[in-house]
């Protein structure tokens, strides 16, 4: 099937995105508004996007029913300047799903969730203890997109529990961290549990020797 996109509705481009660019990893953002309210909500439009410096994005959608258009994740960023992406793993993955209902503002979506809280080490945001990873981040800029807003993050630090760190490279052990992705809008997830492929990254000098060898069809 073909879809030519100035044809094609708001709803099944979200359909045929949310299934084509995946499985996406999921960034449970905690944020706090103006008054101090700590909110929680989870975004799968997230990765990285350099590192140096150090830049992650998240895509955020309108929320028209809301008195400002907005989602409170978006809002508490805007004026905070700050927020913790928690990585999202198996074992947190019913709590996630609890904090990505569309809670009112005053509701605080991690207790909701069974979530509690650790002091970050640089920013004012906490994070979620049950975590076992975090980016600690600070607005580095918001793009307002049509009705969305795209948020570019500098990651200021960065929280991994002793276990799922080789201190060789340091490399994250993914292995054992069991992240999960986001899939498609069908609330299809992934999970990582023994689903590594090894494939090594060749030079161009490594290349032209594997080149030469013989290999199966
Ligand atoms: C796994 C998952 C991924 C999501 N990804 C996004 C996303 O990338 N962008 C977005 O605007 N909403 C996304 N949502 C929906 C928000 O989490 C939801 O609108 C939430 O209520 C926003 O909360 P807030 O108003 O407290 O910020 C996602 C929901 C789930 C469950």
Redesign the pocket.
Known sequence: MNFNFQNTSARTIYNLINGLVAPRP?ALITSLSVNGQL?A??????NYLCINPPIIGV???A?PESEDGI????RNIETQKEFVVNVVTEDMAQA??IC????PSRIN?LEKAGFSTEISTVVHVPRIKEAHAALECRLYEMIHLGQSRIILGEVVAAFVEDQYIDSQGPYVLAEDLHSIG?MNGLDNYVHTRDAFLKIKRLNYKEWIEYSRMPHES
Not at 100 to 103: A, E, K, L, Q, V
């Open positions: 999921i909110n909500a989870p975004f799968s439009a997230y895509g955020i959608a929320k989602k409170d994740t978006a996630m799903n990505g209902i569309d809670f979506e986001r």
